[in-house]
């Protein structure tokens, strides 16, 4: 089983530009968060996966509960609570790159609870995104890392950082450096390495086994402990917008991992260029598949293999 920890929310995406004088083009509800994207991207690609957050009772919670039961993600560990969900609006830009405004105060998964040691089946946990900086539940979500860490399960982390939520920059980027010693794989996009100011190869010396870099349509880059470097172009499509394109790779590196037993560090190093070049591939289709289409739309493992 692989379980994904972090914020379900709802994006509310434009329809279309605007036009004209208008200025507030028509904005359509989807369901979105990164750990939430993660998680039915997993399921859509036939992993073994679970949820855990805590998730509104409200429409929008409802909503996202039944987006994951269609993915086939488990959701016996979701908590609730009758707070509202956290809304993000998304501003599109002409080459289909999305910015977000949040309205997260007081909102349900801000109040997650640290949950009793997960299951023994669990052989993966990933977290990121906005769960890892609202308080207090960030702080319950970066225990499950340690925790989780430490009893040997593999870990993914992905910071997709939002800068217009960190009022702390540089609190953050020294809570990240202390998270790393409980990452197995790191994943970053390039945006991500510029704010934080860092390197992959820095970051290997804190912990990681593996960075996977993200260079948007120009495709992939793998760095390991033992110095190996390989690189995967992107696959070119005509791009609706980026929303869950990161996401997607997150589930993707996963899902290909589990299936070739690789969620350890001994098997990540032992995977070698060709079985790297591989995994790598698949994340960049499985990516550019989501950029095709509108909102975080990850595919179903019937559209790569």
């Known amino acids: 089983m692989i379980v994904v920890a972090g914020e379900s929310l709802i994006d509310l995406v434009p329809q279309r530009a ?7 083009p028509p904005l359509l509800p989807r369901l979105g968060g990164g750990p939430f994207n993660t998680a039915v991207a997993l399921g859509r690609l036939g992993a073994d996966v679970t949820f855990c957050s805590r998730v509104s009772t409200d429409g929008f919670g409802e909503a996202l509960l039944d987006g994951l039961r269609a993915a086939g993600v488990g959701t016996s560990l979701v908590q609730r609570g009758p707070e509202p969900t956290t809304l993000a609006v ?12 949040f309205y997260a105060s007081g909102s349900a998964d801000r109040l997650f609870a640290l949950p009793p040691e997960l299951p023994a089946g669990v052989e993966a946990l990933a977290l990121g995104t906005c769960s890892l900086v609202l308080e207090p539940g960030a702080s319950a979500y970066e225990a499950l890392l340690h925790r989780e860490a430490a009893r040997g399960v593999f870990t993914l982390l992905d910071p997709n950082i939002r800068p217009g939520l960190i009022p702390e ?14 990452v197995t794989l790191l994943k970053v996009s390039e945006d991500d390495v510029k704010w934080l100011g860092g390197s992959p190869e820095e970051w290997l010396g804190l912990g990681p086994v593996a960075v996977v870099l993200t260079h948007g349509e120009r495709g992939l880059t793998l760095y390991t402990r033992d110095g190996a470097e390989i690189s995967v172009p992107g696959v070119e499509v ?10 997607t790779v997150n589930a993707a590196l996963l899902d290909d991992l589990a299936r070739r037993a690789a969620l350890a560090p001994e098997a990540l190093l032992s995977l070698g260029s060709a079985g790297w070049t591989e995994v790598l591939s698949f994340a960049a289709r499985a990516a550019a598949l989501t950029c095709a289409r509108t909102g975080a739309e990850p595919p179903y493992a019937s559209d790569l293999r």
């Open 238 to 247: 005509t791009v609706a917008d980026t929303i869950g394109a990161g996401d």
């Open 90 to 101: 998304a501003a599109i830009e002409a080459d289909g790159s999305a910015g977000y405004g």
């Open 169 to 182: 920059p540089d609190a953050y980027r020294a809570r990240f450096t202390r998270w790393l010693a409980s």
């Open 18 to 24: 605007a036009v004209g004088g208008e200025a507030l």
